[in-house]
T-cell receptor, first 118, second 113 residues
Framework: AQKITQTQPGMFVQEKEAVTLDCTYD???????LFWYKQPSSGEMIFLIY??????QNATEGRYSLNFQKARKSANLVISASQLGDSAMYFC???????????????FGKGTKLSVIP | DVKVTQSSRYLVKRTGEKVFLECVQD?????MFWYRQDPGLGLRLIYF???????EKGDIPEGYSVSREKKERFSLILESASTNQTSMYLC????????????FGPGTRLLVL
């Protein structure tokens, strides 16, 4: 079984500052993928960044980076230079990377609501 | 660009009605998914399909069924809608490769009265 924990229900950040959203996970799968999604108030889930458990380097996508610490089972999202448009819910998710029905399913955390203050 | 569309953004139905939620993707993805999202409960998987005419139950399939007759279309069916099925429904698709992420549609907010 897999479990994702996001301990911050809500966070505030000043515009142009960096913010870290926490995500810890638990899994027995030897190989797995970690994902972050953004959900604005419109409702659509937008894929932000992916990290494979086998990747040696932390993933980066523009202003998003993933601080992956395998031994601690954490996959925190770092947003640099926050913008007003970053205000949204952020979800951490994971799934096993192997053949079989269990690998299809994404397990999501409960999310963190980020508010960017002008 | 990846595109997943859902037939309605907002839907209001009566208890006992049969409800169809449609999802279409234009990326030739093999896998498609239906989730529901509720405050405090996060996203929960209802059903998924890994290929045409194939379906698998997710975590909360009770009260729902699905249909996938064509690769691009995945339908979620509420045979007899109930008030506890009032929720946000999100469809997603994935190419099928091991590392590929899921891409989501805009969601359908369903209210059952």
């Amino acid at each position: 079984a897999q479990k994702i924990t996001q301990t911050q229900p809500g966070m505030f950040v000043q515009e142009k500052e960096a913010v870290t959203l926490d995500c810890t996970y638990d899994t027995s799968d030897p190989s797995y993928g970690l994902f972050w999604y953004k959900q604005p108030s419109s409702g659509e889930m937008i894929f932000l960044i992916y990290q494979g458990s086998y990747d040696q380097q932390n993933a980066t996508e523009g202003r998003y980076s993933l601080n992956f610490q395998k031994a601690r089972k954490s996959a925190n999202l770092v947003i640099s230079a926050s913008q007003l448009g970053d205000s949204a819910m952020y979800f951490c998710a994971m799934r096993g990377l192997y053949s079989g029905a269990g690998s299809y399913q994404l397990t999501f955390g409960k999310g963190t609501k980020l508010s960017v203050i002008p | 660009d990846v595109k997943v569309t859902q037939s309605s953004r907002y839907l209001v139905k009566r208890t006992g009605e049969k409800v169809f939620l449609e999802c279409v993707q234009d990326m030739d993805h093999e896998n498609m998914f239906w989730y529901r999202q509720d405050p405090g409960l996060g996203l929960r998987l209802i059903y998924f399909s890994y290929d045409v005419k194939m379906k698998e139950k997710g975590d909360i399939p009770e009260g729902y069924s699905v249909s996938r007759e064509k690769k691009e279309r995945f339908s979620l069916i509420l045979e007899s809608a109930s008030t506890n099925q009032t929720s946000m429904y999100l469809c997603a698709s994935r190419l099928g490769l091991v590392q590929e992420t899921q891409y989501f549609g805009p969601g359908t907010r369903l209210l059952v009265l």
